[in-house]
């Protein structure tokens, strides 16, 4: 049994690496399958990182204008606030209204509507308590962007409910590489393995996450040498880089390099 498992995670872990930094794309039937099957740990891996992918967005939104650790704190405690939630009374929170797997888009739909509305309703309820009680209006060196560059709502995420719409290549890759960067920005993969671990997901699967990761981001732009930085480092950094080019073709670089890995990495 466990060689079996350890064949399965470098692939899984690959897929799940490059899928969680897009946002878009939310599988409704990894969360109905993850909430049923929480003691398996791709399973629950899986819920997790579309958690992330719904929550991601909102606190976006309910954090605009502050420091980005506030951010990530808030990411977290949604996601772990929403997890716990469904965990609690699986039968009556979710599968009393889906008894079935959803397979077809109007099912998916409702579910991530579920997911999504109690996402918003415990993000919202965690606002003044996800900030230090020391904290002080932001300044660029607490790793905020004051005229709202990675403000989703102005850059329009496509958001997974919606219809399709149609953009540029240059317009979706500057999104992409938008959301990219603020993943970064947030520390998304430690507040991602640190749900992992608080759920006691196998440590075979965070191991190699954590390696897999550091290995991507040693090749990707905005990254010191492959080494992690503060937001309020990284903030500087790109900072200088819009200085010296247009932004947009910044994050559409970011976008490309992100892609460029993906298919080195997961061929």
């Known amino acids: 049994m466990r060689s079996s498992m350890d064949a399965r995670i470098g692939p899984f872990v690959r897929e799940l690496f490059f899928d969680i930094q897009t946002i878009e ?9 993850g909430i049923r099957e929480a003691d398996d740990p791709f399973e629950i891996t899986s819920l997790v990182k579309n958690l992330y992918k719904i929550t991601l967005p909102l606190v976006n939104e309910l954090c605009a204008g502050l420091p980005f650790d506030v951010h990530a704190v808030r990411a977290q405690k949604t996601v772990e606030g ?29 579910l991530y509507r579920l997911i999504k509305d109690k996402a918003r309703e415990v993000s919202a309820a965690l606002a003044g308590r996800a ?32 219809p399709f719409i149609i953009f540029t290549d240059k317009e979706y890759g500057v999104i992409h590489g938008l959301a990219i960067v603020y993943s970064w920005l947030i520390g998304l993969d430690t507040i991602f393995l640190q749900t992992l671990a608080d759920n006691r997901v196998d440590q075979a699967i965070i191991d190699e996450y954590r390696a897999f990761s550091t290995r991507v981001h040693a090749e990707n ?27 947009l073709d910044l994050f559409e670089g970011v976008y ?7 298919k080195k990495f997961t061929a």
């Open 25 to 33: 794309g939310v599988k409704p039937l990894e969360i109905w399958n």
């Open 82 to 110: 929403v997890l716990r939630f469904f965990l609690e009374d699986p039968e009556e929170r979710l599968y009393k209204r889906f008894p079935h797997p959803p397979t077809g888009e109007p099912g998916q739909k409702d």
């Open 131 to 162: 900030a230090p009680s020391s904290w002080q209006p932001p300044n660029l060196d607490a790793g905020v962007f004051p005229d709202g560059l990675f403000d989703f709502r102005e850059m329009r995420i496509v958001d997974n409910e919606l």
């Open 221 to 247: 732009p905005l990254m010191i040498q492959g080494t992690r930085t503060t937001a309020a480092d990284l903030t500087r950094v790109i900072q200088e880089k819009l200085r010296q080019q247009d932004y």
């Open 256 to 262: 490309r390099r992100f892609e460029e890995s993906r």
